[in-house]
Structures are given as C-alpha cells and as structure tokens.
C-alpha cells in the first residue's frame, strides 16, 4: 500500500483528540445504555462489514459507514468529525489492516465494543498466484506483524508500488469476505458480540444470524455447483483480492499487481502474465468497480484477452452489478463462469 495513502499516525492522534474532546459530554452517558434507549449506535468501516451490522442488527441498529459509496476503502482519510462520531459510537465493527487510518483512530477512540473481524475467522497469506492448493502462514499473528499499528516504517517497503502484494511479504490477507464461508463465520462472530453489547434484543440478533448465515451458505453452494467443471481455473485480475475465493473454489487467481488495487504492475510481471495466459488458456482480465481500468484494458489489448468485472465488494455504487452483498456475488459468480467456461 503507498504511503500517500496514509495519514500520520500523529495527524490521526491529534484529530481525535480534538473529536473526543468535542463529544466527551455525551458520548459517555449514552454509550450507557444504546443511546438514551434508542437504537444502538453502530459504526462500520466499509461496505462488508455495513452489510453485516444492518443484516444482524435489524431494526435495533442504526449503522453509519465511515466509507462512502464511491470510495476506495484504502484511500480513506478521517475527517475530526467522523473520529468523533467513532469515539460516540456504542459499537464498532472493522476490519484490521483494510484501513490504517481507520485502525488509529479506533484503538484510540476507548469504545468498548469495537469488534475486528479478523479474528473471528482464520487470515492466511495469498501470493500474486493464489489456488486452492496454495496455504500460507495462518493466524493473527502474522496479520498483527503486517497490518498493525507500528507506525509508517512497515508501509514504506510498499511504497514503490512494484506490484508484490502483503501476501508474499508475510502478512495476511484481509479480504475474507469474498469468501462465503468465512464470511459466515464472521457473521456469527458478529451476531455474538452484538447479544453481548445489546442483550435485551439478542433473540432478534441470533434469529437474524441465523437467516444471514444459511443465505451465505446458499451462495457457498451456489459457487460450488457453478464451478464445478470449467475449462479452466486461472483467471486475471488487477486487483489481488480474490484468494479466499480462489482457495475455497479449486481455482487459481493470477493478480497483474497486488492487494493494492491501484498499484502499478512491473514490466516483467506484465510479461509473466502473457505467458500464464497462454499456457493456462486463460480469457479474461477483470478489473473493478472502484478503481482504474487502464491496466486491464492495456493488458487485454497486448494479449488478445477479453476484460470482464469482477468486483471486490468494497463498496456499492450505482455501477454495481447488484444492489447488496448476496447480489453483486451472484454476478461474480456469472463472471467467472463466462471466463472460466464452466458449465
């Protein structure tokens, strides 16, 4: 990830310490009991873990998004007022090394029920080249070396954007979403947690848990019944976000760049590529909803490939291929048939 993307780990302090001092009066007494008796205030990081908060809370939640439709979640950077409105909030839910500025500003923001998704599922490490045979390093610990908070020295060996991604250099992959099963074991993590913060409505929380899990549990199958039998299990992307998927299916995701959706691939990756096509009869370079689609198209073009959307579900916009979660990786799912020539 390139360091511009960053905000000071002392622009963030500085920020919330303006924040909190703004909203200390009020923030205490309603954080108490869910905000005078109404809704329980719960903030999300980006898009994944919004969907999760409003299908699990219901109609007890009321969920803020730090992310905006349209925004790369990696590109974020906190205004005081939104690190203030996490310092207010009566649940938080994020996941740890998506956003750094987001990670800063919730160890310091003293919410107690700040829930990380990262650890109610299993992170592993994901190359360029990801398959279903390919395992790396598990655990948090190595997603805690990588993602953590230990300031800007760890960042700068990605600032070069040469196209390696945090998977080959030792942490862990944070893009569990895009997996149905392991999303489902970080929706009943987060069903749990909320009975805990708002017992009152645990009954509601559980009930809709677990409607939420068994509709992942159609999509896993949905997936595997789709996948079955393709012509062939490589597929390209710009974006290296899709190893979970990859893993979990039997296929093998070959990444122009890194996790970093906006970094620039090295000429001899780009030739890597070309050779990878061929060799695995490979049809298409997807690209995403959120960011450029240059180096797709210009990689398509060289190679006499198809390009296609395959997107990572950071973020819903009006350019979505579905209005939610379930929607837009049914679409995925249609995608990667087309490519793939499954049956």
Not at 67 to 85: M, Y
Not at 224 to 234: F, I, S, V, W
Request: with cysteine; glycine share 10%.
């Amino acid at each position: 990830m390139n360091v511009r993307r960053l905000i000071p780990t002392t622009a963030v302090a500085g920020a919330v310490v303006l924040g909190l001092t703004a909203l200390s009066a009020c923030s205490t007494s309603d954080a108490a009991d869910g905000g005078n008796g109404d809704k329980l205030k719960v903030t999300a990081s980006f898009y994944p873990m919004q969907f999760l908060a409003e299908r699990i809370g219901g109609e007890h939640v009321a969920v803020t998004s730090l992310t905006k439709p349209g925004v790369e979640p990696h590109d974020l950077e906190l205004t005081p007022r939104q690190i203030g409105s996490i310092s207010e909030s009566d649940y938080v839910l994020y996941l740890k090394g998506i956003q750094p500025a987001v990670d800063d500003a919730i160890k310091q923001s003293g919410v107690q029920n700040t829930v990380d998704a990262a650890t109610l599922t299993t992170l592993e490490n994901h190359g360029s080249e990801v398959s279903g045979h390919d395992h790396g390093h598990e655990g948090e610990e190595a997603h805690a070396d990588e993602h953590g908070h230990e300031g800007e020295e760890a960042h700068e060996e990605h600032s070069e954007g040469d196209g390696h991604n945090h998977g080959e250099e030792g942490g862990a992959d944070p893009h569990i979403w895009l997996d149905p099963v392991k999303y489902a074991e970080v929706a009943k993590g987060v069903g749990k947690s909320l009975e805990k913060a708002d017992p009152d409505h645990a009954a509601d929380y559980k009930k809709n848990t677990d409607a939420l899990v068994a509709e992942l549990g159609e999509l896993n199958t949905a997936y595997e019944t789709g996948l079955k039998n393709p012509a062939t299990r490589t597929f390209i992307t710009t974006h290296s976000a899709f190893g979970y998927l990859a893993e979990r299916y039997g296929l093998t995701q070959q990444g122009i760049a890194g996790i970093d959706p906006e970094a620039e691939p090295s000429p001899a990756r780009i030739q890597e590529i070309h050779t990878i096509a061929e060799k695995e009869k490979a049809t298409t370079v997807f690209f995403e909803t959120l960011a450029s689609d240059k180096t797709a198209k210009t990689l398509a073009k060289d190679t006499g490939l198809k390009t296609g959307v395959l997107d990572p579900l950071e973020g819903i916009t009006d350019k979505s291929q579905g209005a939610d979660y379930i929607e837009v990786m049914e679409s995925n799912l249609a995608a990667l048939q087309k490519a793939l020539g499954a049956k």
